[in-house]
């Protein structure tokens, strides 16, 4: 059983899902008392968020380069970094701290083409919905092209994870834009929703619409989970 490295702190309410994930997935596939063999470095997310949002994202590759380091020396055997907008400098990362690293994108691009769809629609933050990181990695490695909000509801959804859902702040009203929102990628083509933001499945459900939902949390936990299963 392979050791998983979990780098979270970004924020704390989405890591704890991914706790949960893990070891509830263990013990179903196991069964008795089993666990997840797992360490994780949980971060400042803070520092986090203020390196982002002033464009140091040299820092932030600083940052989790020692997280990664640290449950490296801790015995891990892969790194799952636990939000999708630090992917942004994922293979940074990975080359510097010299660990094999589950990517979100990969992990979701394969659930999508399970699905046999080809044009879905992307939540998340501004970084996930605006920089190309995302949606060119989805296009290239696996012919999927993304819809985003207009700049409005951008603006909109990356106000409701920053100051809401990492603050675990959890509303109805909210639910009732983000549902709206979905809705309209629904009527341009959309065939499918990506959550692209590990702390919206704290707020959207499947039921919020009719559209298959792609939860990239509980996508990129059980993945881990396979992984850390996986012999060799």
Same mark, same amino acid.
């Given at each position: 059983?392979? !050791?998983?490295?979990?780098?979270? *702190?970004?924020?704390?309410?989405?890591?704890?899902?991914?706790?949960?994930?893990?070891?509830?997935?263990?013990?179903?596939?196991? #069964?008795?008392?089993?666990?997840?063999?797992?360490?994780?470095?949980?971060?400042?997310?803070?520092?986090?968020?203020? @390196?982002?949002?002033?464009?140091?994202?040299?820092?932030?590759?600083?940052?989790?380069?020692?997280?990664?380091? @640290?449950? =490296? %020396?801790? *015995?891990?055997?892969?790194?799952?970094?636990?939000?999708?907008?630090?992917?942004?400098?994922?293979?940074? &990362?990975?080359?510097?701290?010299? +660990?094999?690293?589950?990517?979100?994108?990969?992990?979701?691009?394969?659930? $999508?083409?399970? %699905? #046999?769809?080809?044009?879905? #629609?992307?939540?998340?933050?501004?970084? !996930?919905?605006?920089?190309?990181?995302?949606?060119?990695?989805?296009?290239?490695?696996?012919?999927?092209? +993304?819809? &985003?909000?207009?700049?409005?509801?951008?603006? /909109?959804?990356?106000? $409701?994870?920053?100051?809401?859902?990492?603050? *675990?702040?959890?509303?109805?009203?909210?639910?009732?834009?983000?549902? *709206?929102?979905?809705? =309209? +990628?629904?009527?341009?083509?959309?065939?499918?929703? !990506?959550?692209?933001?590990?702390?919206?499945?704290?707020?959207?459900?499947?039921?919020?619409?009719?559209?298959? $939902?792609?939860? /990239?949390?509980?996508?990129?936990?059980?993945?881990?989970?396979?992984?850390?299963?996986?012999? #060799?």
């Amino acid at each position: 059983m392979k !050791v998983i490295g979990l780098i979270g *702190g970004m924020s704390w309410n989405s890591t704890l899902e991914y706790y949960r994930i893990i070891n509830e997935s263990f013990a179903r596939r196991l #069964g008795g008392l089993h666990s997840a063999r797992l360490v994780l470095y949980n971060l400042d997310f803070d520092e986090i968020q203020r @390196a982002q949002h002033e464009g140091r994202w040299d820092d932030t590759v600083s940052i989790l380069v020692d997280g990664g380091n @640290a449950v =490296k %020396r801790a *015995g891990a055997d892969f790194l799952v970094i636990c939000t999708n907008t630090m992917h942004k400098v994922a293979d940074d &990362v990975e080359q510097e701290v010299g +660990l094999p690293l589950l990517h979100i994108v990969d992990v979701t691009g394969d659930a $999508i083409r399970e %699905r #046999g769809l080809h044009r879905v #629609g992307l939540l998340g933050t501004r970084f !996930v919905m605006k920089e190309p990181f995302y949606q060119e990695r989805l296009r290239d490695r696996f012919a999927i092209e +993304l819809l &985003v909000p207009g700049e409005d509801d951008i603006d /909109t959804i990356h106000q $409701i994870i920053y100051s809401e859902l990492c603050e *675990g702040k959890i509303k109805a009203s909210s639910r009732r834009v983000c549902a *709206g929102i979905i809705s =309209k +990628l629904v009527n341009k083509g959309a065939e499918g929703i !990506v959550l692209g933001c590990t702390e919206l499945p704290l707020l959207i459900q499947p039921g919020d619409t009719d559209a298959p $939902i792609f939860d /990239t949390t509980q996508l990129h936990a059980e993945a881990a989970v396979n992984l850390a299963l996986t012999k #060799g």
